[in-house]
């Protein structure tokens, strides 16, 4: 299938894809900001953020702006710290499941009690 960077490629891309592709509400807006490692020649540090702009309280629109901590990429470089091509999509899968978790948690604590609305479809 060609290298293992080339391979770890491949698997983080698809573990973003999917990532990207689930949503609890319609309006979720799943990014991921991609970035050199300057201490590691070939890595990168990822981060990704999440936000949903469709909770209003007393007419303000909620802001549900999250940032994750950094996440390191460890198979992408010519001297890579692991064997194994699958290694940094195994990490990032449970690193974006927790962070999803999280997200999630928040929006639920922000958006209890009365006085909220939505503009979000799926929970009407």
Do not use: C
Not at 77 to 100: A, H, I, Q
């Amino acid at each position: 299938m060609g290298s293992l960077q080339e391979q770890s490629i491949v698997e983080i891309q698809a573990v973003i894809k999917d990532w990207q592709a689930e949503r609890k509400f319609t309006w979720e807006s799943k990014k991921v900001y991609a970035n050199r490692n300057p201490s590691m020649s070939g890595e990168f540090i990822l981060h990704v953020s999440n936000s949903v702009d469709s909770f209003i309280k007393d007419g303000q629109l909620i802001n549900t702006f999250q940032l994750s901590p950094y996440f390191l990429t460890n198979t992408l470089s010519f001297e890579p710290l692991s064997d194994n091509p699958k290694g940094d999509s195994y990490r990032l899968k449970e690193f974006l499941k927790k962070f999803d978790e999280d997200f999630y948690k928040s929006i639920e604590e922000k958006t209890s009690g009365e006085g909220v609305y939505t503009t979000d479809p799926l929970l009407w």
